[in-house]
């Protein structure tokens, strides 16, 4: 088992795992708190359009996968925010449009048409490293945003009547917002893939909610439990011969249910 650590895409794969999992920690608790659960999965899911584009124009599918979740984010907050749109009808509306485009794209690339299973349930242990950099930027680029905006950004996820009462850009913060996620989830295509993206990216930090108070405390708690599920889901994944992607999300989906079942035993 040892000496699998001195493989280069069993480094790669942890590297890519860690990068993830602060993203999904940081990120993550603000859509758990703010119940943008289904707003990320439409995101994400446009990110299909992305990968699309990517081949069809010969560049990196996740570049492609960058253009298309912060276009998705920015049309998902002017719709509901400017416009007053419903957000469940914007959402996958913008859901299946993001999907439709990357079949598009991808019947019109010239050649064999490519393996898209990677894309879309994830496989870490493939992950390259000029795909780790694009994440450890992009990572860079959310913890930068966070700190200089946290206070704004915890005001408008908690209570955003109020925060408009305090002066604060509400409509501002909330682009932000958007744009943090659609950010978070192109890491995460590498690891779980579009389809299982919603999950990895909310179910460390709907973990860490159970027995925090604090939306710090939740975000570091949720960290840590996303390096644990991503570190171990890659290990059983490797051991097991099973679809990393999968594994990743079933153990992360246990952590919570066991979390939730502790959590009740030691109510009176």
């Not at 960058?66 to 509901?80: D, H, M, S």
């Not at 996958?92 to 898209?116: C, K, Q």
């Amino acid at each position: 088992m040892i000496e699998i650590l001195g493989l280069e895409f069993f480094q790669n794969a942890i590297v890519a795992g860690i990068l993830a999992a602060i993203a999904c920690g940081i990120v993550g608790s603000f859509v758990v708190v703010r119940r943008m659960a289904a707003t990320s999965g439409g995101i994400s899911h446009a990110a299909f359009g992305g990968v699309g584009l990517g081949f069809f124009l010969g560049i990196d599918p996740l570049i492609g996968a960058v253009i298309f979740t912060i276009g998705a984010a920015c049309i998902l907050w002017y719709l509901n925010v400017r416009e007053m749109q419903e957000t469940d009808t914007i959402t996958a509306a913008v859901w299946a449009v993001g999907m439709a485009l990357g079949i598009i794209f991808i019947s019109i690339t010239p050649g064999y048409a490519p393996d898209l299973f990677s894309y879309l349930f994830g496989n870490i242990l493939l992950v390259p490293s000029t795909d780790i950099l694009l994440m450890a930027v992009l990572l860079c680029v959310i913890l930068a945003v966070v700190i200089a905006l946290f206070q704004q950004l915890v005001a408008v996820t908690f209570d955003p009547e109020y925060a408009a009462v305090m002066g604060l850009p509400v409509p501002g913060i909330t682009l932000v917002l958007f744009l943090l996620i659609a950010l978070t989830i192109v890491p995460l295509i590498s690891v779980v893939g579009i389809i299982l993206v919603i999950a990895l990216l909310t179910l460390p930090a709907a973990t860490a909610r159970l027995y925090t108070q604090s939306l710090k405390t939740m975000m570091i708690t949720a960290v840590l439990i996303g390096v644990a599920t991503v570190l171990i889901g890659i290990t059983l994944s490797y051991t097991s011969n099973l679809p990393s992607g999968a594994t990743i999300i079933i153990l992360g989906a246990a952590i919570y249910g066991g979390a939730l079942a502790g959590r009740h035993l030691h109510l009176p």
